[in-house]
């Protein structure tokens, strides 16, 4: 077994350890967390390349707050 299986790694999204198969390159990510962070980027490039104005700031920052909101409560 390759030496990078022996450690543990922890999930760059939510910090937990990630299972390892032993098999090719070591996963970062569970799979749930993997598609909120490739989310998060497709997103973030979107909103650099839109033109920047009131219309589309109000939109974006609203629509982030509503979202944040959503983990409101978590433990």
């Known amino acids: 077994m390759s030496p990078i299986y ?6 760059q999204v939510c910090g937990k ?3 390892q198969t ?3 390159r070591p996963r970062e990510y569970h799979k749930e967390c993997r598609r909120i962070a ?3 980027s497709w997103l973030e490039d ?4 839109m033109e920047p104005n009131a219309d ?15 983990t409101n409560g978590w433990k």
């Open 22 to 24: 032993g098999k090719g």
């Open 46 to 49: 979107i909103i650099m390349g």
């Open 17 to 19: 350890v990630v299972p």
């Open 38 to 40: 490739q989310q998060m």
């Open 56 to 70: 589309n700031k109000k939109y974006i920052k609203s629509n982030l707050q509503r979202l944040a909101n959503l």
């Open 6 to 11: 022996e450690q543990e790694i922890k999930c």
